[in-house]
């Protein structure tokens, strides 16, 4: 089964500092996901990459960054963090352009202040 | 437009129990359907899966869904349920490769199961 980890697991943040939210998987995996999870909403998708040096935006993008620097590792960045930021965040991980089965990592929980 | 609605957002229920939890969903293509499980502090973890075929689908630890195209419905169901079940569980939606849209799941607001002794 697919390995996903993401460090840190919980994070304070002050409002406009910089966030990175890192994600890493160990099953070679070509797509790799960054959604968040607040109540009532389920989890959106914030960018997504199918591959070593692509990103791309997902339903709710603004201002998130992404890098997918290596198979393995992708990014999330919040270059200007405001308290509207604070969910829960989750990476994930899956093999197939079409349909296939998404691996979660345990999330990470980011509070602005 | 893609969407998911589960109706229910917390569903209470003894232990030993049956279950069901209900999942609607709404797709222009084909849909595939997933039934997830969160438990607390965790991330998600699939449960089942349903892409074609026999409309009812096993998953683990003794969860089935069943699929209907006419009543555009996944719901989960268990003959008994633990303790150890309660958790959040999500109905999720893909529309897959044919719609272009890269695999992009579509999550329902999850439904809070709580199994009391």
């Known amino acids: 089964e697919a390995a996903v980890t993401q460090s840190p697991r919980n994070k304070v943040a002050v409002t406009g500092g910089k966030v990175t939210l890192s994600c890493n998987q160990t099953?070679?995996?070509?797509?790799m996901y960054w959604y968040r999870q607040d109540t009532g909403h389920g989890l959106r998708l914030i960018h997504y990459s199918y591959g070593a040096g692509s990103t791309e935006k997902g339903d709710i993008p603004d201002g998130y960054k992404a890098s997918r620097p290596s198979q393995e590792n992708f990014s999330l960045i919040l270059e200007l963090a405001t308290p509207s930021q604070t969910s829960v965040y989750f990476c994930a991980s899956g093999d197939n352009w079409g349909v296939d089965t998404q691996y979660f990592g345990p999330g990470t929980r980011l509070l602005v202040l | 437009a893609q969407s998911v609605t589960q109706p229910d957002a917390r569903v209470t229920v003894s232990e030993g129990a049956s279950l069901q939890l209900r999942c609607k969903y709404s797709?222009?293509?084909?849909?595939?359907l997933f039934w997830y499980v969160q438990y607390p502090r965790q991330g998600l973890q699939l449960l089942l899966k349903?892409?074609?075929?026999?409309?009812v689908v096993q998953g683990v630890n003794g969860f089935e869904a069943e699929f209907s195209k006419s009543n555009s419905s996944f719901h989960l169901r268990k003959a008994s349920v633990h303790w150890s079940d309660s958790a959040v569980y999500f109905c999720v939606l893909s529309a897959g490769l044919l719609s272009g849209s890269f695999n992009k799941l579509t999550f329902g607001a999850g439904t809070r199961l709580a199994v009391c002794p």
């Open positions: 797709s222009s293509g084909t849909p595939y």
């Open positions: 349903y892409y074609s075929g026999d409309p």
């Open positions: 099953n070679n995996h070509n797509n």
